[in-house]
């Protein structure tokens, strides 16, 4: 099995408190998404998140229409939080999401790791659609983020910078 990381870092242009209430409301995951993954959260055992709650997504990739669960599993409010899929297209689906208060708003940084199925054809599949299409999702993400923030709080859009690989 091929494991595989996404590293992202923002900076939001806002204060910790709003930013993380944004990202621990499952809801706004759909905000968040590409309209081409045609998103919907389906269930949520929580409104709002907490250790061990349950998230239920539908989606559309490739015209393939895909259920998705994820847990909690990690979870310190205002400061971190990570799902893990638990029914998924993924073998490994794995998603941090951390935040920290800086001098111009918060930092946000996401740490996905993750493995297809499929062994040789996964990693195949891989190279030439899935991390394309992730790191699209991640850019749309990181914009939608910086649109709603920018307009929130009327000030510049987030930056992103992506660490080294």
Same mark, same amino acid.
């Given at each position: 099995m091929g494991s595989h990381v996404i590293h992202r870092v923002?900076?939001?242009p806002a204060d910790i408190e709003s930013v993380f209430r944004f990202f621990e409301s499952p809801r706004n995951l759909e905000e968040i998404t590409p309209p081409w993954l045609r998103f919907e959260v389906v269930d949520t055992t929580d409104e709002e998140m907490r250790l061990g709650t349950e998230i239920e997504y539908r989606l559309t990739w490739q015209r393939i229409p895909l259920r998705w669960r994820s847990r909690i599993a990690e979870y310190e409010p205002g400061v971190s939080f990570a799902d893990e899929m638990i029914r998924g297209p993924y073998v490994r689906w794995y998603h941090r999401h951390h935040f920290r208060p800086v001098d111009d708003g918060v930092e946000m940084e996401d740490i996905v790791e993750y493995a297809l199925p499929f062994g040789p054809l996964g990693r195949l599949t891989h190279a $030439?659609?899935? &991390? &394309?299409?992730l790191d699209a999702i991640f850019d749309f993400r990181r914009e939608a983020v910086a649109r709603r923030f920018a307009v $929130? &709080?009327? &000030?510049?859009p987030a930056v992103e910078r992506r660490p080294p690989a």
């Open positions: 923002q900076l939001i $030439a659609v899935v &991390r &394309r299409q $929130a &709080r009327s &000030r510049p």
